[in-house]
């Protein structure tokens, strides 16, 4: 049994970006796993974490803000990255 870290449940567990849940799952961006919801900001992040979900639940795992797979940027903003999926 893998121990598992702490995810908000609005949190992309990939990135660490706020995701809208609403919108997250009205884009397909929400996967249920070891019985939570988790959603993501971006299919980069999504793809990633349905290769491999125990990694990123896995107590120190840092939220990978340099990911070039995912969209987030504080400059770009939400907005931003939800378009550029
Ligand atoms: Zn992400």
Redesign the pocket.
Known sequence: MVEQRTVAFNE?P??G?TVDPDEGRARGLASTSQDRECL???K??FLEFRDDPETFLATGFGARSW?PS???DSSIGREGAYEAV
């Open positions: 992309d990939v990135c970006m993501f900001c971006g980069g992040c990911d995912c969209a987030s």
